[in-house]
């Protein structure tokens, strides 16, 4: 089908300036802008707080861009599109809060476009999801945030809920470690049934659940008090998520295989971040906590 990118482009370019404004407002300060353009052709802008006094590191991409050949991180489960040129967009999010009481976030959303020999032979397909890292969990945040999922994909059928948040908790594990990235949230790939209407509707409804999911957390723990203990910790765990990112993410994989721009793809690395060898929490500790939901389970 002849795929309407334009519409697209133009709600993706629109989240991110909606999420950027939202998050201004809670750090109290304007994010940086970094335009950018992609040699092979279409380019971005990355919106970005460095320091804050709210978000140690935040990063708001917005990219379009497009190529000749399908690197192999988006052909491997399509091989009968290889050699196609493409086009992709979307908007990807990581927010690293300076208080280990706030968790880390991350959400996508995205549209890949193979095209075919005439834009009647496109084949396109939506992808995205959002998700919550904390350090010290609080269980009603959690439920929060999980409710919040449901709500935005309910409505697109009973089954969409369960089915992107198993598809969450599997994608977000670290097989290495034998335990989920957090605490889930929503993941979905290769989305275009049972229309494009369809399919870009739920992902719409994904990108704009996030800031009613995530900011009532932030507002709730943002002045919790801590000290060097906790930010060690939160270092600790830190390097659970460097872990996930240069290991598993396909984002990452796909980003730096099609000649994307480094700096914005590791702008979803946390600024500071720590390992220590064969460490564990003291029993009973608030540390320890966090071992219980890192397994999947259901939260509402």
């Keep these: 089908m002849h795929v309407p990118v334009g ?3 133009d709600y993706f370019s629109g989240l991110q300036a909606t999420i950027v404004a939202a998050l201004e407002t809670l750090e109290g300060s304007a994010f940086g802008s970094d335009p950018w353009a992609r040699p092979e052709g279409g380019g971005g802008l990355t919106r970005y707080c460095e320091n804050g006094r709210i978000f140690e590191r935040a990063g708001v991409l917005f990219s379009h861009v497009r190529g000749k050949t399908l690197p192999p991180s988006a052909s491997a489960h399509r091989p009968d599109l290889a050699g196609r040129s493409w086009e992709a967009m979307g908007v990807s999010m990581v927010l690293h809060p300076r ?3 706030v968790p880390t976030t991350h959400m996508n959303v995205r549209m890949f476009v193979a095209h075919g020999p005439n834009p009647d032979q496109d084949v396109f397909w939506f992808g995205g999801g959002l998700d919550l890292t904390p350090y010290y969990p609080v269980e009603a945040d959690v439920r929060h945030f999980h409710q919040v999922c449901h709500d935005a994909v309910s409505p697109y059928g009973d089954d ?8 969450c908790d599997d994608y977000f594990t670290l097989k ?4 989920t990235r957090g605490v889930g949230g929503l993941f979905f790939d290769d989305l275009n049934t049972p229309d494009f209407a369809t399919s870009f509707a739920l ?3 994904v990108g704009n659940c996030f800031l009613p999911a995530y900011v009532p957390i932030v ?3 943002q002045d919790t008090p801590y ?4 930010r060690a910790f939160q270092a600790y765990r830190r390097g659970r998520y460097v872990e996930f ?3 598993y993410d396909r984002g990452t994989l796909f980003g730096l295989q099609s000649g994307g721009r480094t700096e914005s793809i590791l702008l979803s690395m946390p600024p500071m971040a720590q390992w220590r060898y064969s460490w564990a929490p003291e029993p009973g500790s608030p540390e320890s906590a966090l071992a219980a939901y890192l397994t999947p389970r259901a939260w509402l």
């Design 219 to 221: 507002q709730a723990r």
């Design 245 to 247: 990112n240069l290991v």
């Design 160 to 167: 969409k809920y369960p089915r992107f948040k198993a598809w």
């Design 176 to 179: 290495h470690r034998q335990e």
């Design 227 to 230: 000290g060097e203990r906790e």
């Design 99 to 101: 208080n280990p009481h």
């Design 7 to 9: 519409q697209v482009h």
């Design 203 to 205: 992902t719409q409804s």
